[in-house]
């Protein structure tokens, strides 16, 4: 089945610094990619949609200068915390869908990234 | 708005069958999804309805009624890596997945 590689699996930064996330698509293509962000016992919160090639659309509320998204081929987009606070500290999952799959598949998760900030 | 409703925690035994409910409102809809979630871990895709009626897969069942805005996870012969949270998710018009809260599985011996 697809498969979608996150790294790295945990972080801990200090506050001001940035972080880079990457999400690997290994075995598929996926044109669109999506940026998840869920905080303890709460659920999933969409933060992004990468698209390969164009810009990322942010969800409401998200700040796209603190959280930078690039999604420069086919497998790969990588989501950016910069100058990261304590309060960014939460799990981050990246999704792909593999279009071979059709518009109807499901998202193929990474294993998540858990981001500490002290 | 859009709202999808869970359960937060349910508690069953080994071996016992379970039923988890979501209702939702959305702004249309294509197709409804159920992802396992352990602690700690990413969601797994486990099923996936657009047309009503139940789909089977193995353990896990899922059932839809477009009309009652409604689904619900059977999962048979409970065992205690069946632990997790469920989360229910439906996509709408726009095919943006609405996720619920999850509901939180808990099996005992």
């Known amino acids: 089945g697809a498969v979608v590689s996150q790294h790295p699996s945990w972080v801990i930064c200090k506050s001001g610094t940035s972080v880079k996330i990457e999400c690997r698509s290994l075995?598929?293509?996926?044109?669109?990619m999506f940026w998840y962000r869920q905080f303890p016992k709460q659920s999933l919160m969409l933060m992004a949609t990468s698209n390969e090639g164009s810009k990322a659309t942010y969800e409401q509320g998200v700040e796209k200068d603190k959280f930078l998204i690039n999604h420069a081929s086919l497998t790969l987009s990588t989501l950016t915390v910069t100058s990261a606070h304590p309060e960014d500290s939460s799990f981050y999952i990246c999704?792909?869908?593999?279009?071979?799959?059709?518009?109807?598949?499901?998202?193929?998760f990474g294993n998540g990234t858990r981001l500490t900030v002290t | 708005g859009q709202n999808i409703d869970q359960p937060t925690e349910m508690t069953a035994t080994e071996g016992a069958i379970v039923q988890i409910n979501c209702t939702y409102q959305?702004?249309?809809?294509?197709?409804l999804f159920w992802y396992q979630q352990h602690a700690g871990e990413a969601p797994t895709f486990l099923s996936y309805?657009?047309l009503d009626g139940l789909e089977e897969k193995g353990r896990f069942s899922s059932f839809l009624s477009r009309s009652k805005g409604y689904s619900y996870l059977l999962l048979k012969e409970l065992q205690m890596k069946d632990s997790a949270s469920y989360l229910c998710?439906?996509?709408?018009?726009?095919?943006?997945?609405?996720w619920g809260a999850g509901t939180k599985l808990i099996i005992k011996p």
């Open positions: 998710a439906v996509r709408d018009s726009n095919y943006q997945l609405i």
């Open positions: 959305t702004s249309g809809f294509n197709g």
């Open positions: 309805n657009v």
């Open positions: 999704s792909a869908r593999d279009l071979r799959d059709g518009e109807n598949s499901p998202l193929h």
């Open positions: 075995d598929f293509q996926a044109t669109t």
